[in-house]
Structure formats: structure tokens, C-alpha cells
């Protein structure tokens, strides 16, 4: 399921612990480290997916976390041409997301990974907040920083917390914006008692 524009709709989750630290996934047979993401099917909300997708990729249900808040906005990546099947060349440009800050309410025993049948990580650990962009497969980093972000002003609301100084830098090429202008994120009902 493509928009007009040709991206496809989907969900990135930061999963945080109680120390702040996030959820960080290697993805299977590769050397490279994620947060959990997945398409929106065709009826689903965005909420409905990020609950599909916790569950798909690592375990989780809904009575395992708490969501804290979602990015006010669509982020977008392109895909690099190269990337992309022959026949969707002409049609997907990439992804749309919409990112989920959740804590961790139960235990690190709960993630499981081998939760479906075609597991999309077989290693996982908590992370300080501010991931190394450059562990990011550089097409995303864009997106992974904007929402990194915006979302970390519902964690550190009490104090005011200095990303890396590279997180200043990067610009989301389909947005033309830089992480320094990312909008506020949506606090969800029970945050703003």
C-alpha cells in the first residue's frame, strides 16, 4: 500500500527502559542495529500497528509497555534506487513513519524475539538515548534523528538534555528540515494530567 507520492505508510517504535535507554536490534544475519519498524496494513491505525509489530519483532504486547507519545507528523526516507525491486522502480520512493515512544512496563525476559516465524532480529540490548547515527544505515539517519528529537522532550521534560552535537547536523531530505526545527511530539491523554 503506496500513497500518492509513493511511500509507503508505516510505524518505527523507540522502546525505553527505566533508565532511558533504548531498545536496539540487530537485525538477523547482518551487522547492522535498528529500532523495531513495520508497514501499516491496509484498516490499520499507526497505533494498531506499532502494537502488530511489538508483538511480531520482539515479543511484546500491549500490557508490557506504556505509550508516552508519537511524533506529531509523518517522517519520510527515500530509498536508494538501488535498493528497490525492478518493478517498483517506478512507483516507491520509501517510507512514511510515524514513531511511538513507549516504556518498558515489564521485564527484559519479556522481549522475545523469536515471536513469529521470520524473525527480524536475533540480538538485541539497551542503548544510551542518543544512538550513534552513524551505526544507522544512512538512508534512515534522517528520520531516526528527527524522531529521536522531537520524542525526547516527553523523557526528559524535567531537564534540559544537550543532544550530540551531530545530531544538529543532519537534514531530512524529504522534509528539507533540519533536527533543530523538529515540531513538537503529541503527548497522549494520560501524560497531560
Known sequence: MLDREGYRPNVGIILVNARNEVFWGKRVREHSWQFPQGGIKHGETPE??????????????PEHVRI?????DWLRYDVPRHWVKREWRNTYRGQKQIWFLLRLMGRDSDVCLRASP????????????????????????????LA????????????????????????????????????RAQFLPEELE
Open 48 to 61: 494498531q500497528a506499532m502494537y502488530r509489530e511489538l508483538q511480531e519483532e520482539i515479543g511484546l504486547r
Open 68 to 72: 508516552l507519545g508519537r511524533t506529531r
Open 118 to 145: 521470520h524473525p527480524e532480529f536475533d540480538a538485541w540490548r539497551w542503548n544510551d538515548y542518543w544512538v550513534p547515527l552513524d551505526t544507522v544505515i544512512e538512508f534512515k539517519r534522517g528520520v531516526y534523528q
Open 148 to 183: 529521536l528529537m522531537e520524542l525526547s522532550r516527553l523523557l526528559f521534560r524535567s531537564r534540559r538534555v544537550e543532544p550530540p552535537a551531530n545530531y544538529g547536523v543532519l537534514v531530512d531530505p524529504a522534509e528539507e528540515r533540519t533536527a533543530m526545527t523538529v515540531p
